[in-house]
Structure formats: structure tokens, C-alpha cells
């Protein structure tokens, strides 16, 4: 048996802009769905949603039945947590609130086995097919993917270091961080926080390094387009959920005939 092969690296590497959701609800039927629904990648979140190992294990499996592929952020820069979450098959690897060269560097050393890194080695995993990949060792690195989270202005002015420390094959911008950083909290759309964001994405696309970003309304995903981000989140299963909920509700909300039987499901 081969190694599966990493398609959201490979896209990515080449410019071909990905098209992706975040997974908030910890659910493998809302995963299936929104996998089949034809994103390019998925992120399966697991800072500020309730995904411990065990739900990201299913999503990963149900995820890995479509072409859909599977990104997990993690809850933070921790070598055993990479350990376990590429031992269970993740191939694409979110780290949050990446600060330094140095923080960026220990992200990937995670990912390495030894010599190259400090992954510990196990014999037999969901990664190695259990076994059926008998050149597993050698290879793992071609097909994992570091993505690290830029956050902060301390951060941002360290964009370009981090992007280029070996391993790094992507830079991801948080929004809704970087409207904290730049002391307009909340307000997306500030033009300081898209200065921010537009100074990021260029610097890190003048280096040739993709670069991505979570864009849940579309005026943001026009700039992210034009600013030539590679690959974009369009919001979350638990956005979408809610605010066709709430869009529903206020469409029929006073009607004095009875509504016809809702259709959404």
C-alpha cells in the first residue's frame, strides 16, 4: 500500500486556490454532509470546538470517504498533541497562535521523526494503514502539511521569518485575532484590520508561500481574492446552521396562514 497522498499540500503548493469550511460541531454527520457538499478542504477545529481525539478521529475517517481533505487545527503548539493527531491519520496540521521563528520551528520538528525532528515513533497506526505501508517511516514528511496561525502584531511583523522556516509550507491569518491585535475587537471589516491582513497575505505571497484565511462575509472574501489568498474558509457547519435558522424563522415569523412544511432537511 502507498502513502495517501496530501492533495490540499500539493494544491496549495501550486497556487490552485482551495475552497474550505470550518467543523464546529463536532459532529460526523455534519461532517459527511458538508464534506460531500464539494469544499475542497475542511477544517477540523479543535481550539474552540469540542473535538477532543476521539471526534477528530471520526471526522477524519468520514471525511477521508470523499474527496474532501481534512485539516486539524489544534488546540496549541504541543509536540505531544502533533504525536497523537498524526499517529491517527491527520496529514495537514493547524497550529494557533504561532509568535517566533522559534515557536514556528518547534511546530515542525513536531511533525519530523528523528533525526530531522522529535515525533516519536510507533510501529503500527491508522497513519501507516497499520502497518501496510512498509516505507512509511522514510516518507511521512512528502504528504504533511504545517500551516501556522499568524495572530498578532508581534507576529505579523515576524510574517516573512516564519513563513520561511523550513517545513512551514503555509501561513494562515486569523481575522478575528488580528481585529483583537490591532485594538478593534470584533470589527472584521475595520480598515485597520484589513490593512493588517492585506500587509500579511502580500508579504507572504511576495515569497511565494501560500497563505489562508477564514472570510465569512463576502466583502472580505472579494479583498481575500484580490490580495490573492490561496486558500479561503467561507465560514463554519455551525454558521451556516444557524443563520439559515434564523433567516428561516424571520421570513415566516407572523404569518397568519399556515406555513407550508419547512423543506430544509
Same mark, same amino acid.
Given at each position: 500500500?502507498?502513502?495517501?497522498?496530501?492533495?490540499?499540500?500539493?494544491?496549495? #503548493?501550486?497556487?490552485?486556490?482551495?475552497?474550505?469550511?470550518?467543523?464546529?460541531? /463536532?459532529?460526523?454527520?455534519?461532517?459527511?454532509?458538508? /464534506?460531500?457538499?464539494?469544499?475542497?478542504?475542511?477544517?477540523?477545529?479543535?481550539?474552540?470546538?469540542?473535538?477532543?481525539?476521539?471526534?477528530?478521529? %471520526?471526522?477524519? =475517517?468520514?471525511?477521508? =470517504?470523499?474527496?474532501?481533505?481534512?485539516?486539524?487545527?489544534?488546540?496549541?503548539?504541543? &509536540?505531544?498533541?502533533?504525536?497523537? #493527531?498524526?499517529?491517527?491519520?491527520?496529514?495537514?496540521?493547524?497550529?494557533?497562535?504561532?509568535?517566533?521563528?522559534?515557536?514556528?520551528?518547534?511546530?515542525?520538528?513536531? $511533525?519530523?521523526?528523528?533525526?530531522?525532528?522529535?515525533?516519536?515513533?510507533? %510501529? &503500527?497506526?491508522?497513519?501507516?494503514?497499520?502497518?501496510?505501508?512498509?516505507?512509511? #517511516?522514510?516518507?511521512?514528511?512528502?504528504?504533511?502539511?504545517?500551516?501556522?496561525?499568524?495572530? $498578532?502584531?508581534?507576529?505579523?511583523?515576524?510574517?516573512?521569518?516564519? +513563513?520561511?522556516v523550513d517545513g512551514v509550507d503555509g501561513v494562515f491569518i486569523g481575522p478575528a485575532d488580528m481585529s483583537a491585535a490591532v485594538g478593534r475587537l470584533g470589527q472584521i471589516?475595520?480598515?485597520?484590520?484589513?490593512?493588517?491582513?492585506?500587509?500579511?497575505?502580500?508579504?507572504?505571497? %511576495?515569497?511565494?508561500?501560500?497563505?489562508?484565511?477564514?472570510?465569512?462575509?463576502?466583502?472580505?472574501?472579494?479583498?481575500?481574492?484580490?490580495?490573492?489568498?490561496?486558500?479561503?474558509?467561507?465560514?463554519?457547519?455551525? /454558521?451556516?446552521?444557524?443563520?439559515? +435558522?434564523?433567516?428561516? #424563522? +424571520?421570513?415566516?415569523?407572523?404569518? $397568519?396562514?399556515?406555513?407550508?412544511?419547512?423543506?430544509?432537511?
Open positions: 500500500m502507498d502513502l495517501p497522498v496530501n492533495r490540499f499540500k500539493h494544491a496549495i #503548493l501550486k497556487g490552485e486556490r482551495q475552497w474550505g469550511a470550518w467543523q464546529m460541531l /463536532a459532529s460526523t454527520v455534519a461532517t459527511e454532509a458538508m /464534506a460531500f457538499a464539494g469544499y475542497d478542504f475542511l477544517v477540523l477545529d479543535m481550539e474552540h470546538a469540542p473535538s477532543d481525539l476521539p471526534e477528530i478521529l %471520526a471526522q477524519l =475517517q468520514v471525511v477521508g =470517504q470523499t474527496p474532501t481533505q481534512s485539516v486539524v487545527r489544534m488546540p496549541w503548539n504541543d &509536540m505531544v498533541m502533533v504525536k497523537r #493527531l498524526l499517529d491517527i491519520g491527520a496529514q495537514t496540521l493547524m497550529f494557533p497562535f504561532v509568535q517566533t521563528v522559534e515557536e514556528a520551528k518547534a511546530a515542525v520538528a513536531a $511533525t519530523r521523526y528523528p533525526p530531522k525532528g522529535v515525533r516519536g515513533v510507533a %510501529a &503500527m497506526h491508522r497513519a501507516n494503514r497499520y502497518g501496510s505501508i512498509p516505507d512509511y #517511516l522514510a516518507r511521512a514528511d512528502e504528504e504533511l502539511c504545517v500551516i501556522v496561525q499568524i495572530e $498578532t502584531l508581534e507576529a505579523l511583523d515576524r510574517i516573512e521569518a516564519i +513563513a520561511a471589516m475595520h480598515p485597520d484590520n484589513l490593512a493588517a491582513i492585506e500587509r500579511g497575505a502580500k508579504a507572504v505571497r %511576495a515569497m511565494g508561500k501560500p497563505v489562508g484565511i477564514i472570510a465569512a462575509m463576502d466583502a472580505l472574501v472579494d479583498h481575500c481574492v484580490a490580495w490573492d489568498f490561496t486558500f479561503i474558509a467561507l465560514g463554519s457547519d455551525l /454558521a451556516f446552521m444557524v443563520n439559515k +435558522a434564523k433567516a428561516t #424563522l +424571520a421570513q415566516h415569523r407572523g404569518k $397568519t396562514q399556515p406555513a407550508a412544511p419547512a423543506s430544509n432537511y
